[in-house]
């Protein structure tokens, strides 16, 4: 099969297409037969030589986190998936263990013809009919992680609401989801960006310096900040309002410069607040989207890593097989 490698660390221009055997489902296992992909921060950063410490790749190193495709081989003892499934759905390529997990969702790597993952996951899910595939693909860490920080911000109508990264792909999954609770939304973007993400349900578009933030939000939400930096996002709240991360790991309150604000951060990787299948439900009935900035053909998704690190997206890139 055709896959998508890293033979050593560097950067996503060093990445090559290579022939590599079909992995074969064990126990409890199922094969799937990718339809689409999408490329995420951690296919990057991982390749990159950023998580050394935590782990040591071998190489060759296949990525890809998120997938729809069609299940193709089922092992021994998997009841929830026959062969001829459509499904989506999230898991970090096996070598990567990061993240807690009771049940863990990991695989081969995505970004391939052909991949195996572990069925008994929360973060895989049969694929609704109504939504397409490059979709679905784009779909599971935006739409998951969305779902799980309106949980987790509480927000009630008439708020205010910051997205700081709103044009990544969990902003513009959560843009909606904040407008359609009754949120006023202040979003950060590019220039460029303006017109799409008060399409998406923005009332206020600024630029990405703090200094263009607003002052006494209710909540905050931040997609992108580095932990040094973020006291600027806990400046704009009021006495007492929410800052919610994204950003691994778990940041320290006193990061904040001040202790009248409440700090959430977002990691669920057991589906606590929603896994794949609720994800699924949202999307099946219109209330969950991501917009895709730009897609991508398999034999063209070294192009693809290099555009989207590189370049400026609003939204997810996704590679077609």
């Known amino acids: 099969m055709k896959a998508l490698v890293a033979t050593a660390y560097g950067e996503p221009e060093q990445l090559s297409i290579a022939d590599l055997e079909v992995p074969r489902p064990g126990r409890g296992q199922i094969q799937v037969k990718i339809a689409a992909s999408a490329i995420n921060p951690t296919d990057i950063r991982v ?15 296949v990525p890809g986190n998120e997938f729809a495709g069609t299940v193709t081989e089922v092992g021994a003892g998997v009841t929830a998936y026959r062969v001829g499934d459509e499904i989506f759905g999230q898991a970090l390529p096996r070598q990567l263990r990061l993240l807690p997990a009771r049940r863990p969702s990991a695989s081969t790597g995505a970004l391939a013809e052909y991949a195996v993952f572990e069925a008994d ?3 895989l899910a049969h694929r609704p ?4 595939v ?3 693909a784009a779909l599971p860490i935006a739409g998951m992680t969305a779902l799980g920080v309106m949980t987790l911000a509480a927000i009630r109508p008439g708020e205010t609401a910051l997205v700081i990264g709103a044009s990544g ?3 513009t999954a959560l843009l909606p989801l904040l407008a359609a609770a009754g949120a006023r939304v202040v979003a950060t973007g590019a220039a460029t960006d303006h017109p799409v993400l008060r399409e998406l349900g923005a009332d206020e578009v600024v630029g990405y310096d703090a200094a263009n933030y607003p002052a006494g939000v209710d909540a905050v939400f931040d997609l992108v900040l580095p932990h040094d930096r973020l006291f600027a996002a806990a400046a704009a709240l009021r006495p007492g309002g929410r800052l919610v991360t994204i950003i ?7 990061l904040l410069g001040r202790d009248d604000v409440d700090l959430r951060y977002f990691l669920d990787a057991d589906g606590e607040l929603g896994g794949m299948r609720e994800v699924a439900e949202a999307a099946d009935r219109g209330a969950l989207s991501v917009r895709i900035a730009r897609r991508f053909r398999f034999e063209d998704v070294v192009q693809a890593t290099v555009a989207y690190v590189r370049e400026h997206n609003l939204g997810k890139v996704v590679v077609t097989m």
């Open 47 to 61: 390749v990159a030589g950023d998580y050394r410490e935590a782990v040591e790749l071998e190489f060759p190193y």
């Open 121 to 123: 996951t929360p973060l």
């Open 129 to 132: 009919a109504t939504v397409p």
């Open 134 to 136: 490059e979709q679905a």
């Open 169 to 171: 792909g969990v902003g």
């Open 248 to 254: 691994y790991p778990e940041p320290a309150k006193e």
